[in-house]
């Protein structure tokens, strides 16, 4: 738009010079002529002659080069491209710390694969884990009594809000990476997703349509604004509430990092859902 205003402009300077120019020659032309000394036929005044039309020649319009993009590596050897891409959008930093640099892109299909499950087995995770113990404190005087099979109470504790700082860096990075780039890289990389996606056993399967309705499953996550009450009827922590025990995985871990990271979470996993 602004190199044809400056056509435009061009044009219409060269319209007006050519005018006045017409305008001074014609003066020129029509003066006349000088008083005979023997009377003789008026000279027949040849016609003027309208003044040509300056040409304006167009602008060859700038092709851009046509840059190919380079073909996308083997599933099995795609780890250090994937990596470099991820660096590229939130740091090289968090990668090193936090990421898997092996099978990074089956881990993540099969991690989001299992997200609407009860539990994402460790060796499929394409994160480190969040550093320190978990931290609870327990509750000597609960409002209700919870027992085992046996007739037992079980303990119970209440979550420390000081573990919600654990979660902290990862919410950081999934905040630097702009929704828009994020998408544009994993379709960059969308055929090898598809491919893990298959290896999985979804042979009709489609991962976008996975991602996105796990994603939405995230997105119904109920908020909890106190830190939640827990059982520990064995070695691992349980929610004392059924309803919040009965979630899936993916949204256990949102209340697990606490109110306001789960509602930074929320906020990027809804604008990623509409660039998808």
Known sequence: MKNGLIVIILVVLGVIAWYLFGLQQSAVDEAPPPPPLVEQAAPVAAPAQEPMEPEITAPEPTVEPVVEAPPLPQLAESDPVVIASLAGLVGNQPVEQFVAHEDLVSRVVATVDALSSQQVPAAIKPVEGPGGEFQAT??????????????????????????????????????AAEPAEFTAAYRDYRPLFEEAFRQLGYPEGDFDQRLRAVIDELLATPDVSEPPRLIKPEAYYLYADEDLESLSAGQKVLIRMGPDNAARVKVRLAAIRDAL
Not at 138 to 162: E, R
Request: aromatic share 10%.
């Open 138 to 175: 327990a509750d000597d005087d609960p409002q209700s009594v919870i027992l085992n099979a046996t007739g037992d109470p079980i303990p119970q504790f209440v979550v420390d809000p000081v573990n919600y700082a654990r979660y902290t860096p990862y919410v950081e990075m999934l905040e």
